[in-house]
């Protein structure tokens, strides 16, 4: 593997990253930490060496083997970059965000056959697994259409992936939720069970970060009309049916956004959506996605 420096990096490809809202350090960071998963402590991928020449090029093709949106892809590319340093070239890259079918070429990647062996389970953990929360995304918001309603992530996140999932819910067209616990409040049961009510918990988050924006989970018609006198603007309305979702936007008339959660499934989506709520919070984006089949298929010369 090069130990080029992060600077040593396609500049291109680091502002690309940056555009996208990400952070090109930490996402350099995490590649490192990944590639020395595979290379521990400067190791050698000891089948590559023993079976291909030193000298031998040879092409990679990603494809997609399924129907989906494609996220990641720039990541990957910065994993070759690294494992290969200038002595790669990447073409024919779809922009993420780009609705596939099977057998779309959605990468090309040139260089010496070694080292696109050895970097491409890494870059292809990287992009399938955000093609996945894309892909996952994209259905939401398909189901969605026509409504009001927008497909929000969480924060229920892999450890350290948090920026990169959250991208790509982006690319499939969702919306991201707060970060972190610094952003913004997030009033839960256990919040308002420990203030002593709604109301007593709403009041001392606003009390303590005025600036804030604060959000209040609530349980029940009679939580949210408290929360409503008092001005909060910002509820979620967990684990509601649909009929008491509608009565609850009938009852809030737009003085405030209204976000849906809890046990809620695709095949659930429209009819949620059609109660008039503004959001719709769905954990299983981050923790429970698929994978998005991409396959790599190494050609010489």
Request: charged residues 20%; glycine residues 10%.
């Amino acid at each position: 593997m090069t130990t080029a420096p992060y600077d040593a990096l396609p500049p291109a490809l680091l502002d690309e990253l940056s555009a996208a809202g990400l952070d090109p350090r930490a996402v350099h960071a995490l590649v490192l930490a990944a590639l020395e998963e595979d290379l521990p402590h400067g190791g050698a991928d000891v089948t590559s060496t023993a079976t291909i020449a030193a000298h031998a090029r040879g092409t990679g093709v990603f494809a997609a083997r399924e129907p989906g949106v494609v996220a990641g892809l720039g990541i990957a590319a910065l994993v070759f970059a690294q494992v290969l340093g200038e002595d790669v070239e990447v073409t024919d890259r779809l922009p993420d965000g780009t609705r596939v079918v099977p057998g779309d070429v959605v990468m090309r990647v040139a260089g010496p056959t070694r080292g696109l062996l050895t970097a491409e389970r890494t870059a292809l953990n990287l992009a399938s697994h955000l093609s996945g929360v894309a892909t996952a995304t994209a259905a939401w918001v398909d189901a969605l259409e026509g409504t009001r309603a927008r497909v929000l992530d969480t924060r229920k996140t892999l450890p350290s992936y948090r920026a990169l999932q959250k991208y790509a819910v982006r690319c499939g067209g969702g919306v991201n939720h707060r970060f972190s616990l610094c952003d913004m409040a997030m009033v839960k049961d256990n919040h308002v069970v420990a203030a002593g009510g709604v109301v007593p918990a709403y009041h001392a988050v606003r009390a303590a970060h005025p600036d804030l924006r604060v959000e209040v989970e609530v349980t029940d018609l009679d939580q949210l009309r408290e929360l409503l006198q008092v001005g909060c603007t910002e509820i979620l309305l967990d684990n509601m049916d649909s009929p008491t979702m509608a009565e609850a936007v009938t009852i809030t008339a737009g003085r405030a956004t209204l976000e849906a959660s809890g046990g809620l499934t695709l095949e659930r989506a429209r009819d949620v959506a059609k109660t008039g709520v503004d959001f719709i919070s769905v954990g299983a984006l981050t923790h429970s996605v698929r994978v998005f089949d991409i396959g790599l298929d190494l050609q010489d010369g």
